[in-house]
T-cell receptor
């Protein structure tokens, strides 16, 4: 069964707007990762945040982690059409094996 | 890009036939994984390997077997394919000696079982 669950399932925005996706999980984790998947391609790692971290940035990406609420959010600022993709969170617990959610489909309209 | 090659990339087969998917890496990473991706289910782990001849089951391992006789190759076998195994299969590898790092994915193998 999925550990992480992304919300919303689908998101449609205009270019230049910010996109926020959330991930909730059920059990304690060692780290949480976000991945992007373009249509028909493999997943690409975006960012990893460890359980003792609260926020990380990478370019236009900002990830937060709230272990008390068992949730994480991925913010993409100033979205571009090229950001259109599916985004997945993956949680790793004691075994460190990443478990993926079902993903959020993001469409950025030019 | 991480050097991960999956083969075949596309395969159509019939129910009851054996199928083997191959994952080949040139990165010398210790850990290798097989996931399947289905609409509405995201990615689910089938099997993983933490070294040559060291493998373990994932969430959806029934009907699948794996082998790793060399660091660079991880094979996924469907002994007798069923229509429920129609899916896109992804191989992934992870760096160094820890699970805790990022995964690098192959481009996927699309399998259709008729």
């Amino acid at each position: 069964s999925q550990q992480g669950e992304e919300d919303p399932q689908a998101l449609s925005i205009q270019e230049g707007e910010n996109a926020t996706m959330n991930c909730s999980y059920k059990t304690s984790i060692n780290n949480l990762q976000w991945y992007r998947q373009n249509s028909g391609r493999g997943l690409v790692h975006l960012i990893l945040i460890r359980s003792n971290e609260r926020e990380k940035h990478s370019g236009r990406l900002r990830v937060t982690l709230d272990t008390s609420k068992k949730s994480s959010s991925l913010l993409i600022t100033a979205s571009r059409a090229a950001d259109t993709a599916s985004y997945f969170c993956a949680t790793a617990g004691g075994s460190y094996i990443p478990t993926f959610g079902r993903g959020t489909s993001l469409i950025v309209h030019p | 890009d991480a050097g991960i090659t999956q083969s075949p990339r596309h395969k159509v087969t019939e129910t009851g036939t054996p199928v083997t998917l191959r994952c080949h890496q040139t990165e010398n990473h210790r850990y290798m994984y097989w996931y399947r991706q289905d609409p509405g289910h995201g990615l689910r782990l089938i099997h993983y390997s933490y070294g040559v001849k060291d493998t373990d089951k994932g969430e959806v391992s029934d009907g699948y077997s794996v082998s790793r006789s060399k660091t660079e190759d991880f094979l996924l076998t469907l002994e007798s394919a069923t229509s429920s195994q129609t899916s896109v299969y992804f191989c992934a590898i992870s760096e160094a000696d820890s699970h805790s790092g990022e995964l690098f994915f192959g481009e996927g193998s699309r399998l259709t079982v008729l």
